[in-house]
Each structure stands twice: as structure tokens, then as C-alpha cells.
């Protein structure tokens, strides 16, 4: 389940204008780009097949705390376990893991890749 991949710059400068400085480290920095904004990260979770639900991780998607973290260490084995898998999974397909979520992956090769700050609106 797809949370969110390519982004406009302008909303990676909404992002950091409306977290307080002191979270700053769980935001881009718009002065440099993202690789959301190269069309190289993208933010996803694992479902269940027969109901069709995202499966219960270590936290919430977009939470900002210590749970988040990629390599948290609370939250059960079976969320653990699904993480793991999840991250094991993009590992695959050349993907990294991002340190504060564990949600949010970045393809190996971002460097390569301009900043761009098409609206969706504007995507033909």
C-alpha cells in the first residue's frame, strides 16, 4: 500500500515551514531537495490479502517518535517480523531503508535524478 512517492518541491517547503525546528531531523530540507522530489523515494506499508487493511507495524505511518525508527526495537515480534520483511523486500529491488521510518524507502541511485516541482495537476 502506497502512501506517497513522487512530491512537488513546494510541498517539501510546506512540510518543513509547518514542523517545529526542533523535528526538523524527520523532514526534508527544502533548500537541498528530496528524493521525493526525484521521483525516488516512495512511503508504503504492507496489507493483509484477505481483509484488504494495512498490517499493524512498530508505529503509525508519519508517526514522529522513536517508533518510527527502522530499526526500533519495541512493538511485537509479528510487527517486527513484517517489517523486516517489508524492508528485506525493497532491499531487492535496489531500495534503501530511511533510519527514522520505517516506511519510507529511497532507490539507490536518487543522486542521479533532478529536483522537479511539477504539480500533479500539470502531469500529462
Known amino acids: 500500500m502506497i502512501h506517497d512517492a513522487y512530491r512537488p518541491w513546494y510541498i517539501t517547503k510546506v512540510f518543513w515551514d509547518a514542523t517545529p525546528p526542533d523535528l526538523h531531523n524527520l523532514v526534508a530540507d527544502p533548500s537541498k531537495g ?3 522530489n526525484r521521483g525516488c523515494a516512495v512511503d508504503l ?3 493483509d490479502l484477505k481483509t484488504g487493511k494495512p498490517v499493524t507495524m512498530t508505529s503509525l505511518y508519519d508517526e514522529m517518535s522513536e517508533r518510527a525508527y527502522a530499526n526500533h526495537n519495541g512493538g511485537t515480534d509479528e510487527q517486527k517480523k513484517l517489517r523486516d520483511l517489508l524492508r528485506t523486500s525493497m532491499k531487492e529491488v ?3 531503508v530511511y533510519e527514522f521510518e520505517w516506511w519510507h524507502f529511497d532507490y539507490k541511485d536518487w543522486q542521479s535524478y533532478t529536483v522537479q516541482n511539477i504539480r500533479f495537476e ?3
Do not use: P
Open 94 to 96: 535496489g531500495f534503501i
Open 122 to 124: 500539470d502531469i500529462h
Open 34 to 36: 528530496f528524493k521525493h
Open 45 to 47: 506499508t504492507l496489507y
